[in-house]
């Protein structure tokens, strides 16, 4: 079992800057592969970023590619995602995940915190 908690979340101007944190709990935690999604009004949820277990291995959804960046500390059972040059596209609700080990499926979820870019 993993339980997942999102902060960080705000209004901010477009161009600027934003740090999300997601506090895990449960010993596997570092075992696991966690990622970012978010959910925009009217539109699916889709996904935003992953990084491996280790933090070796990242994956960026084209939409920020060089603005965004996922890192993990595993002493703190902690994930973080740095926000920088923010869209008013990237409004949003933004979740944090975690797959079960031995799948690749995303199966714990955080509740979310609210991402408002003002143009």
């Known amino acids: 079992q993993v339980h997942l908690v999102e902060s960080g979340g705000g209004l901010v101007q477009a161009g600027g800057s934003l740090r999300l944190s997601c506090a895990a709990s449960?010993?596997?935690?570092?075992?696991?592969?966690m990622g970012w999604f978010r959910q925009a009004p009217g539109a699916e949820r889709e996904s935003v970023a992953n990084?491996?277990?280790?933090?070796?291995?990242?994956y960026y959804a084209d939409f920020v590619k060089g603005r965004f960046t996922i890192s993990r500390d595993n002493a703190k059972n902690t994930v973080y995602l740095q926000m920088n040059s923010l869209k008013p596209e990237d409004t949003a609700v933004y979740f944090c995940?975690?797959?079960?080990?031995?799948?690749?499926?995303?199966?714990?979820w955080g509740q979310g915190t609210q991402v408002t870019v003002s143009s």
């Open positions: 449960g010993r596997a935690f570092s075992t696991i592969t």
């Open positions: 990084i491996s277990r280790s933090g070796g291995t990242t």
């Open positions: 995940a975690a797959q079960a080990r031995g799948s690749s499926d995303f199966y714990y």
